[in-house]
């Protein structure tokens, strides 16, 4: 296939940005998005041209890494999927495609395609994890007994890898799903109750603080989440936010 590839430039944060047209030649049907990136990179570096930055690590749709806006859709057409996991018999010879990183105030631009998603490490740090003594004698987790539907719902909702295309949907640029699905993934377990009203309002705290915008139940975040993380965690999450509320001491 040759393609026409329009793609986002920035050579750094403070750089206005620009997209770049780049033709494409000789792209079978059967790489990946990213190894079709590779290819071009490959020849940018042969002309002594700057390769193009962007996130990738696994390339088996689980870190999260592969961060890129396709055609207006996060990690591109195809549902379920990251953008490693898509393939180009997904486009036409001769297609244009254009190429940009998530758009969001709270995920600023490192260069190119690459953005800073340090925010969501951040509220993962304020509060998702459960404190469990792991020194000396660790409770096997398989003696404490879980209802089969609530560790379906908790494994669900523990599948969230953190990819940021339910911030990069959102309209508003929201950060709910993500976080919902860090607070049902505990709360649903007897392991995550000791600490799950601290756990609700310090991730919520830190969500606002870090600028993400509200959620306006639009539902784009769960029809392009690559994990079909479901909106049923920010009803959850809101209705633990609402108990800690009342309740905090």
Same mark, same amino acid.
């Given at each position: 296939m040759k393609l026409t590839l329009k793609i986002w430039r920035q050579s750094g944060p403070n750089d206005k940005g620009r997209m770049e047209t780049y033709p494409v030649n000789?792209?079978? @049907?059967d790489m990946s998005f990213l190894e079709m990136l590779d290819v071009l990179n490959d020849d940018l570096v042969r002309q002594g041209k700057d390769p193009i930055a962007f996130?990738?690590?696994?390339? @088996?749709?689980i870190c999260g890494s592969c961060s890129l806006f396709i055609n207006g859709e996060a990690h591109g057409p195809g549902r379920m999927i990251t953008t490693c996991q898509l393939h180009m018999r997904k486009f036409k010879d001769g297609d244009t495609i254009h190429v940009e990183p998530w758009r969001a105030g709270a995920f600023p631009v490192i260069k190119d395609l690459a953005v800073?998603?340090?925010?969501?490490?951040?509220?993962?740090?304020?509060?998702?994890?459960?404190?469990?003594?792991?020194?000396?004698?660790?409770?096997?987790?398989?003696?404490?007994?879980?209802?089969?539907?609530?560790?379906?719902k908790a494994f669900d909702a523990a599948t969230c890898i953190g990819c940021g295309a339910c911030v990069a949907t959102c309209v508003n640029s929201s950060a709910m799903l993500f976080v919902?699905?860090?607070?049902?993934?505990?709360?649903?377990?007897?392991?995550?109750r000791p600490e799950a009203e601290r756990r609700v309002l310090a991730m919520v705290e830190q969500m606002d603080k870090e600028g993400f915008g509200?959620?306006?139940?639009?539902?784009?975040?769960?029809? @392009?989440?690559?994990?079909?993380?479901?909106? @049923?965690?920010i009803a959850r999450m809101n209705r633990e936010y609402l108990v800690a509320s009342v309740t905090k001491e």
């Open positions: 000789d792209v079978s @049907e996130d990738h690590d696994c390339r @088996e749709g800073d998603r340090g925010a969501f490490d951040r509220i993962q740090a304020a509060g998702g994890f459960v404190s469990v003594n792991t020194s000396g004698n660790l409770v096997d987790g398989n003696a404490v007994p879980i209802p089969k539907d609530d560790a379906d919902a699905a860090k607070v049902s993934q505990f709360a649903l377990l007897p392991q995550g509200n959620c306006s139940n639009t539902g784009a975040c769960e029809v @392009e989440c690559p994990k079909g993380i479901s909106l @049923e965690h």
